[in-house]
């Protein structure tokens, strides 16, 4: 079984910075893709970010150039940089991994963080 907690959300300024992290604990187990989904009010979630256990990333276009999604493989943990925040990047924030037992091979499930508010507002 596999835990995943955010931290790092909050209300920052329009043109402002924020910093997202998750980190997974749990049994043994592998981890391949990690990634950050947002829900605003009233719309359906989205993919923010992508990133493989390769280390290349994906981003949506409505963030690409503003965020940085990256990863430390040894602690289990990725992040979401957030910067040139705008009010559109209101929701909340949930990340994602794909994970399966350490050294089986049956088929990845998808864990989810608990999720984590970011406001955008002056």
């Known amino acids: 079984q596999v835990q995943l907690v955010e931290s790092g959300g909050g209300l920052v300024q329009p043109g402002g910075s924020l910093g997202l992290s998750c980190a997974a604990s749990?049994?043994?187990?592998?981890?391949?893709?990690m990634g950050w989904y947002r829900q605003a009010a009233g719309k359906q979630r989205e993919l923010v970010a992508v990133i493989t256990s390769g280390g290349m990333p994906n981003y949506a276009d409505s963030v690409k150039g503003r965020f940085t999604i990256s990863r430390d493989n040894a602690k289990n943990t990725v992040f979401l940089q957030m910067s040139s925040l705008k009010p559109e990047d209101t929701a909340v924030y949930y990340c994602?991994?794909?994970?399966?037992?350490?050294?089986?091979?049956?088929?990845?499930?998808?864990?989810w963080g608990q999720g984590t508010q970011v406001t955008v507002s002056s």
């Open positions: 749990g049994s043994s187990f592998s981890i391949s893709d």
């Open positions: 994602n991994m794909k994970a399966r037992p350490y050294r089986s091979y049956v088929r990845w499930s998808d864990y």
